[in-house]
Structure formats: C-alpha cells, structure tokens
T-cell receptor
Framework: NAGVTQTPKFQVLKTGQSMTLQCAQD?????MYWYRQDPGMGLRLIYY???????DKGEVPNGYNVSRLNKREFSLRLESAAPSQTSVYFC????????????FGDGTRLSIL | AQTVTQSQPEMSVQEAETVTLSCTYD???????LFWYKQPPSRQMILVIR??????QNATENRFSVNFQKAAKSFSLKISDSQLGDAAMYFC??????????????FGTGTRLQVTL
C-alpha cells in the first residue's frame, strides 16, 4: 500500500550543489505535481505533469527542473542549490478523473547551507 | 488567478468540544472543488473532506463537516467532538474544474489547531 513515495526524506546540501528529488507512485495516476512548503506560506506548486510526456511550470519554477521519466516517476532537480530553496518538498499524484483528489507523499526536508 | 485565504493562523479547542476553521477564496469560475487537508507533525498531507461547488449540500465525513457558502465564497470546516489526534495544521485548497488546468491545487496558508485536555 505504498501510494506516493519520495526519496530521500531528509537532505542537507551546500550552496551550489546539485540534487535530484525522486517521486514514484504506484496508483497508475496520470498527473503528478511538485510543491514546496515554507513557513507561513502554505504549499506552492513548482512544476506539474498532466500526463506522461508533458511537464509545465507552476507558480514558483525558477531554479528547478523536472523529468517525467515514465508514468510512475516524476523527479525534481536543483541544478545549483541556493539557501532560498531550503524547504519541505511534496510530490503528489492524481488520476485523470475530475472528482478525484491529489494524493501526497510524505515530503522531503531539504536544507541548503 | 485564484486565491485562498485562511485568516486564523492558530486555533485552540478543548477535547470533546467543537471548533470551526475559516476559509475564503476568490475565483471567477462557477465550477470548482474545495478541499481541507490535515497535516499532523508527521508531515503527511491527509485529505479530510472535499466539496464540489455544483453541489449545494454540505459535505460531511464523520466528525468533520463543512459550511459551503458559494455566494460568499466561504468554505469553513467544523470539527465536532474534538480529539487529541485532531491536533494538526489544516489547509484549505481550491481546484479549478476548467479543462487544461491539470487540476492544480491552490492552498491557503494554513491554520494550526491545538487540542487541549
């Protein structure tokens, strides 16, 4: 009963280092999303993939890239990490049916020194 | 663009009592979905309840119910018979029904609920 799995759960980086956050879902969902959560700001959408083979920018895409590797996997890459990217990152997925909600992973806490 | 506002950063309720968390939103769309998510200290995002805008009847899930006022663009969450396990951050979220929006969620800033004995 895995649902949405994110790896790693915690990571500390130095400024300028690169990092890829992994996300995989086993629910055969079409759409996948990456959010970041900062104190006092709720969750904000970074990138999303409406279906396999497509990706689009969300509200705060600068400094990030994504890859929808296949239907199951959607990765988020920080090419040159900055302290402003210190945050908790959530991956979510959703079936294509209109009335279905998003299902979230447990999050990755990323600290950039 | 849609916005979601939660004006109560923190709320407190005694065990077994009832509490209402507020949420307002701004949209020009007529059909959409509204959600309440719970985030306990474990950091998981757990769906509590959802409301479809075209349904006039307020959604209920056991001890959780909503007061959906479409004209006022208000979507409050009522928790009855509060339990210690209800202590968490609660997020209100909006999702458009418009084709091509990929069902993106817009979140409020959250309300931290404390449950006391």
């Amino acid at each position: 009963n895995a649902g949405v799995t994110q790896t790693p759960k915690f990571q500390v980086l130095k400024t300028g280092q690169s990092m890829t956050l992994q996300c995989a879902q086993d629910m055969n969902h079409n759409s996948m999303y990456w959010y970041r959560q900062d104190p006092g700001m709720g969750l904000r959408l970074i990138y999303y993939s409406a279906s396999e083979g497509t990706t689009d920018k969300g509200e705060v895409p600068n400094g990030y890239n994504v890859s929808r590797l296949n239907k199951r996997e959607f990765s988020l890459r920080l090419e040159s990490a900055a302290p402003s990217q210190t945050s908790v990152y959530f991956c979510a997925s959703r079936t294509g049916q209109i009335n279905q909600p998003q299902h979230f992973g447990d999050g990755t806490r990323l600290s950039i020194l | 663009a849609q916005t979601v506002t939660q004006s109560q950063p923190e709320m407190s309720v005694q065990e077994a009592e009832t509490v209402t968390l507020s949420c307002t939103y701004d949209t020009s769309e007529s059909d959409y979905y509204l959600f309440w998510y719970k985030q306990p200290p474990s950091r998981q995002m757990i769906l509590v309840i959802r409301q479809e805008a075209y349904k006039q009847q307020n959604a209920t899930e056991n001890r959780f119910s909503v007061n959906f006022q479409k004209a006022a663009k208000s979507f409050s969450l009522k928790i009855s018979d509060s339990q210690l396990g209800d202590a968490a951050m609660y997020f209100c979220a909006y999702r458009s029904s418009v084709t091509g929006t990929a069902s993106k969620l817009t979140f409020g800033t959250g309300t931290r609920l404390q449950v006391t004995l």
